[in-house]
């Protein structure tokens, strides 16, 4: 449904532009000439970096993680210059691309992919004819533009590959690569048939070896995509995935096939020992007597949706429950709270970060007290007021959460009443490192309320 979807998107937005870009409206009966656009995107694929933010002349365009892309965004006809720089929390910038110019009309599509380390980076641009740049309000649906597609090698981990791009059912054994691409290379434009399901796998070049399988999906008229070889930081060990970049952003292809993790937290405070079952309450759970205040280890899951069931240790009566996608290569935490006793007991699943950062820390806040109700969380310089600085995570109710990269340091952490400097927690003292990922989470007394609240601070353990 998205890929069908997809096409009334860009067509939208095309008609959007047809009807007041140059192509004249009625205005009091005389015509009205609206601003033309094209379409520019930034996509970010340097791994061992955080934060990429991108300037259009004067304004900023986006600020992203990792593979992370834009929408292809309208931008009004005209000359401008792109600047995207590296943007870590000590505000040193590194520039990554200063003043290239971008002549922008009507019928362009200008992508930047940003590859490479954050010792060796490299800039790919690829300029296109926007794929709807010949449709207009008038023309059938059966007559918009084929599907296509362009392969981007940016894997830092990954020699020269063969891409398959091939009917699903196709025999890798027999087939013949689409393309074999080094790191950099991009492919030219290439259509597909909409009527046909696809599947990606790369091999190394000359080599039958799968080393990513995208799964079967579908395509449609009026999309384009950019498939993308990036690194990947995943529980399964695969060192390489593709994403599918869209006019939407970057996707998973929501077939691949690759492992999947998930782990459970137990912070539901009168609920001492949990088991969780992914599907029936039936059988041996998938994670039997949590106790309260642990997360477990990740243990691996299979792909696809997923009912999830929490109950008390040995009892069959569900306290929570909930359904949840699970796509493959991700570490998924499963945080359980609320209260079993009011049956107000549910549960979030976070993606969870599985890639180190050069010379910078990520940390994940994760509000899990029911008692608290509405909280700020503040990390500041040893000393320094909270009154200083604007919180990490403001308003936190039950579950919320967010992810911060830091630089490398001493802090004191503070936990308030939201929009008050009624202190709940703090100065709580917390060092990280360099490269290190961490959990900080706020949690009730077992019992609960009137019990004090605590943050559980986690060093995480990543992937090799």
Known sequence: MRNRCLGVVLLGVLLGAISGCGAGGEDEGGPVVLPRQGLIRVVHVMPDAGRMTSFLSSSVFSAGQYAEATVLQPELVGQYVMNILLTPPDNISTTLI????????????????????????????????????????????????????????????????????????ADLATATPTATVDFGDVTPLKQQDPAVTYRVRVTPAGSKTVLYDSGSFATARLQRSMYLLLDNFGPGGESLRVANVTAFGAEDFPNQTMQTAMRVANMIPDAPVIDVYLGAVTGTPAFQNVAYGVTTAYQNVANGEVTVNITRAGDAAVAATGKITVVGGQALSVYASGLDADDTARFASLVESQRRINDQAQARFVVAAPSAGGIDMYLV???????????????????ANTSVNLTPASYDLYV??????????????????????????????????????????TPETLPP
């Open 381 to 399: 310089s040893p000393g320094q007021p909270i009154s200083d600085a604007p919180p990490v995570l403001a308003n936190g109710q039950l579950l």
């Open 98 to 169: 200063e003043n290239e110019p971008v002549d922008l009309t009507d019928d362009d599509e200008v992508s930047f992919f940003m590859l490479g380390s954050t010792a060796s980076p490299q800039t790919v641009r690829v300029d296109n004819i926007d794929i709807a740049a010949n449709v207009t309000s008038k023309t059938p649906p059966a007559s918009y533009p084929l599907p296509d597609f362009q392969i981007l090698h940016g894997a830092t981990r990954t020699g020269a590959a063969d891409v398959y791009v091939t009917d699903a059912a």
């Open 416 to 457: 308030t009443r939201t929009g008050t400097s009624v202190n709940l927690i703090g100065p709580e003292p917390i060092a990280v490192a360099g490269d290190g990922v961490y959990s900080i989470v706020l949690l009730d007394a077992l019992g609960g309320a009137p019990g004090p609240l605590s943050v559980q601070f």
